[in-house]
């Protein structure tokens, strides 16, 4: 790539560029984490200068902040896609091809960013507002699937938090032991849980 930037002055062709970096930065975090991220080991990893890079995105934190919500969004258009192709006949079928999707070792490169992301962000600012969005947008689905199957809706928000919170010990506890048959066994015992507190007609 050239290391210099030459604009012609549409609009468009910066923001090609914009995305192309955006994208190959968010390969780079994904295979060397976050820890201890330099603007300069990424700039020549992107064949670029660090100045040239700051360009497109003005300062380190917020080209850090597009590379979250990249990493972010690309995961979820993957969830969304997987679960699209699953037939689901009830709550517990869902969060099984959810959990099959989520604990698949292709994962491993995203489960490990956001991990580090939670960590990262107890002591750092910069993170706690993506975090607090990311989740969100992880237990709103679940408490929706909740009260479709019958779950009381002062229940819902509570119960999806609930189970948001085991699957990621059980994400956690997959990376850290890499032992599988014991996790996925873990996560059978929360749906056997799940299935004992839910309305009737849900009931296997």
Known sequence: MPDAVHLDGRGWRHAGRRDELLSAAADYVLAHGLGGLSIRPLSAALGLSHRTLLYYFESKEKLLLAVLDTIRDRDERLIHEHLAAVRVGSATELFRAAWTH?????????LRFFHEVLALGLDDPTYKTWIQNTLDSRIQPIARALAGIGVPEKRTRHAAVLISAAVRGLQLHLLTTGDRAATDGAF???????????PAHDQP
């Open 188 to 198: 059978e015992e929360l749906l056997a849980a799940l299935e004992a507190q839910l």
């Open 102 to 110: 989520f604990s698949a070792p292709e994962r491993v490169p995203y």
